[in-house]
């Protein structure tokens, strides 16, 4: 069987357009930090596109929620969120999804079940699981999909989650997004055991290791996983391996690796990787790609133009959005 | 009126809400089949079952974390913590995602939310299990802090913090679990927010909350004996704080009295006499007087445990001070 097979041509370049979305805007919003239109902590998602795209195509996301830690601007633009909002938010502005208070980790939209956005590594972990929680209780066949990264697996919060999630039937999957790095720190030298799927064990759900440079098995693997919380009410682990091509945050020049091991894994890049895929199969030509990636751009562009004309949010709004 | 006890006054408050709304449901260590650790959930589990009565592992950020994102999503967890020292295992569900999702997504998610439990000194517990947290939580914009002294005002704080689309951090006591008081047989709510005149007085206000309220009517008894009629306010409700009613009675009486079992250093007490200070400062006849846990760790020694204390004769002693009677 070949690799796409089974796959329509519009949902292979529904994925690769998205993945085009998110890097162009991530280099966008690299360009408008170095400007000082952005500050604080900014995160970005540059390399491991593959990983939510592939993830999202696979939920329903009418019944399907979504939440993450705070290298979340993909995750946004992979659940349907407006580009243009996303960036108002990392500006600040008014016309941001959290009306400029929540800036770049705080990606939030109720309506496309994008439940953010969190801070506290490991934080959004036992919220997730409550989502499925709720998904148990009203039975809505729905099913949750927690990402982290493989510094928050070692956090109280995913243990006691995982544990709950498992004796308690709830449709959620943990996704560790491993790109190797706890912000300077590498995995092997601060984790017992370099790949997460057996931690699964320990709590009687499936663990799986997956490539996450590649799109496509990413979205086998989690359509896998979902069939059966949907079924089943059971979890899952995965680890998804994958790489960030930029610093842990803006003010990181990520001088713990190598230059060698970041060409190694570009040479695996996702968006590349499923344009070959596509080539192969014929899907796809040259021409189609450029098209793309020019919208794609475009679309960045006009987010970064939106965000810069946005009013500021009124100073008296500091005193709303805080109690219902 | 039927008397009832404060424990079970809590449990009529949680089994109405849980029959008239489906969404409401009650988690924690040891609420359902042990009934739990206070008998505080007692039946609900016969009741009504799971999932709306869950027997959680000893695993607080676990499945505080998860009663936050139920929440989110339109469920209504009442979360039990076996004590309030337990709470600070869960420290960050509470601070950094049950009081700031709604702010961080701008006011796009409600936290609807009741986080409940034994707060405050009880006894022979030491340290560990003997403190009063309410300063560290009041502390946080997003949270409301509510501690009923009375079985009749914890049944309609309760039913009135189940319905809130807010995080509502809901103190009992350990001590006062057995205390039994009038409560209705119709259904009433008692608001959020609201502080109580328990007693007239026009020489003093005393003002406190929760278990030293006990403290106070005694207080208020033995200096009327003396002469000294004080006004006894229980404030109900912590945040928000009901400021009028504080500033009409001392305006009135001139005095003020803090009694609080916070430690002093930046407690809720503490503040409450820096804002009389401040918004009644024309009207203070003395410099207000704080009564509250002295600095230090509770001892397990049962007489230091109880100098340690807010007592009736440190109020009383504390009265007679700004009423210059000593």
Redesign the interface.
Known sequence: MGKLDGYKKDQLLAMLRDMLIIRRFEEKAAQAYGLKKIGGFCHLYNGQEGVVVGAVAALDMKKDYLLTAYRDHGHAIATGMDPKVIMAELFGKEAGCSRGKGGSMHMFDVEKHMLGGNGIVGGQIPVATGVAFMQMYKKTGGVTLCFFGDGAIHQGAFHESANLASIWNLPVIYIVENNHFGMGTAVKRVSAVEDFDVKAKGYNMTGTTVNGMDVIEVHKAIKKVADTARKDGRPALLDIKTYRYKGHSMSDPAKYRTKEELEEFKQQDPILMLKKDLLDAEMITEKKFEELDKEAKAIAKQAEEFAEESPEPPLESRFEDIYA | MPELAMRDALRQAMDEEMSRDDSV?VLGEEVGEYNGAYKVTRGLLDKYGQ?RV?D??I?E???????????????RPVVEWMTYNFSLLAL??VV??AAK????????????IVFRGPNGPAEFLSSQHSQALQSLYAHI??L?VVAPSNPYDAKGLLKSSIRD??PVMFLESEMTYGLTGEVPDEEYLVPIGEASVVRKGSDVTLISYSKPMLMLNKAAEELAEQGIEAEVIDLRTIRPLDEATIYESVKKTNRAVVVDESWPFASVGSHVCWLISRNCFDYLDAPVEYVCCEDVPMPYNHNMELAVQPSVEKIVQAAKGVSYAD
């Open positions: 449901f999932p869950m959680t592992p695993a950020l676990g499945f505080t974390g998860l009663a936050v994102g139920a929440a989110l999503v339109g469920l960050d569900q950094n995602n999702m709604r702010h961080m997504s701008g006011g796009q998610l409600k936290c609807p914009p997003g409301k689309d807010n």
